[in-house]
Every structure is written in C-alpha cells, then in structure tokens.
C-alpha cells in the first residue's frame, strides 16, 4: 500500500534554509507534489517533480528526489516569516486515477 | 479562474442530524476529489469523480455518506446522521484530464465539520 512519511516539525531561524523530507513507498508513483497549508485554509500547490527527475528548482523552492531510495526533500532558500505553515508531501501512483497519497504534514516554524 | 469554491467553510451540528456540503471546481475542470483532513493528518481520499461518474470510492466512505456530481460541474457531500467521529475538514479538489498524466490538484479552503 502507499505510505508517505514526513517528520513532523522543523523550526529555523528567519534567512536560514530548511530542508523537509519525505520517504514514500510506491515505486509506481510517477508524480510527487508538495503543498502548502496555512491554518483554516486549503492545501496550495508549491511544486512538483517527474519521477524521472532528480532534481527541479523554482525560485527559492528546490526539490531534490532519490528515486533508488524513494527519498524526496523541499529546500526553501532564504526562509521568511510567512513560509511558517504546515507542508504536506504527496505521491501519485501510477495505478490510481489522478488520486494523491499525502503525509502527515510538517510544521515549519521560522522564528524571527 | 476563482479557483475551488467550498460552501459552507463551517457547520456545527448535533449529533444524528443531515449535513450537506458544496464544491464548485475550477471552471471546466472535469475531475473533482473529496478529501477527509482531521487534526495532525493529512488528507484522506473519500471519492473521484470525472464528469458526473463517481469512479473511486474510498473504504473511509461509510453508507452514511453519499456524493452526487449531477451535471458534471458542482458537487455535493451529504452524511447522513452525523457521529462525533465525523468531525473534520472536508476538502474539495478539482483537476483537468487531458494536460496528460500531470493533473495537479487544486483545493478549496474546505469545509469545518464539528458534530456536538
């Protein structure tokens, strides 16, 4: 079955990096997503990554993807006081009709 | 594009009562997914539809709830006589078929359920 595993929290300091990680199980899936979801809001789409990419960046966002170890992580450069919400990890296997598999989410919190 | 719209954005209900929730899709967005968020988890798959056919549903999809997609556009989520452990977010997600395999999900701000 699919299982995506995040840590739950991460704290950083205004203008540091944060990394959040991501392990998942199903090595048919052919997309993985990250989204953003602020408190008492929807989920936001940040990004996403081929699975038949390593790597992909987009503005202060970098996504980096091990394939072999089913490892994926989110870089946010020069992290602000407004990126501390709750980020989810998310699979999309290769079986399913569109369907997404999300993580628990991981709370950033970014302290001034 | 006003993105996914979600009504209400909060109910409060006793116990045993008849809720119904709302999502408008992004305009011509022909997939559209219900999610199940409850505190500290991610979102849960509840049902898919393309167009008006449900295709997938979910075990999490007990009797008591039903979704309909009557012309292909909105949908509505019903639960029938509500529980305590109904208590939740109900996200609503619409996606386009035919940009090929990559259909991102874009959610509504969802609906806050508390059964009393």
């Known amino acids: 079955g699919e299982d995506v595993e995040q840590s739950l929290f991460l704290s950083v300091r205004e203008g540091d990096s944060s990394v959040i990680n991501c392990t998942y199980t199903d090595s048919s899936s052919t997309y993985l997503y990250w989204y953003k979801q602020e408190p008492g809001a929807g989920l936001q789409l940040l990004t996403y990554i081929f699975s038949n990419m390593d790597m992909k960046q987009d503005q202060r966002l970098t996504v980096l993807l091990n394939k072999k170890d089913k490892h994926l992580s989110l870089r946010i450069a020069d992290t602000q006081t407004g990126d501390s919400a709750i980020y989810f990890c998310?699979?999309?296997?290769?079986?399913?009709?569109?369907?997404?598999?999300f993580g628990r989410g991981t709370q950033l919190t970014v302290w001034p | 594009d006003t993105g996914v719209s979600q009504n209400p954005r909060h109910k409060i209900t006793k116990r045993g009562q008849n809720v119904t929730f709302r999502c408008d899709p992004i305009s011509e967005h022909n997939r559209l997914y219900w999610y199940r968020q409850t505190l500290g988890q991610g979102p849960e798959f509840l049902t898919y539809?393309?167009?008006?056919?449900?295709?997938?549903k979910s075990r999490l999809l007990s009797d008591r709830f039903s979704a309909e997609r009557p012309k292909g556009s909105f949908s509505t989520l019903e639960i029938q006589r509500t529980e305590q452990g109904d208590s939740a977010m109900y996200l609503c997600?619409?996606?386009?078929f035919g940009q090929g395999d990559n259909s991102p999900l874009h959610f509504g701000n969802g609906t806050r359920l508390t059964v009393t």
């Open positions: 539809f393309q167009n008006e056919a449900q295709l997938e």
């Open positions: 998310a699979e999309k296997p290769g079986s399913t009709l569109g369907r997404l598999y």
């Open positions: 997600a619409s996606s386009s």
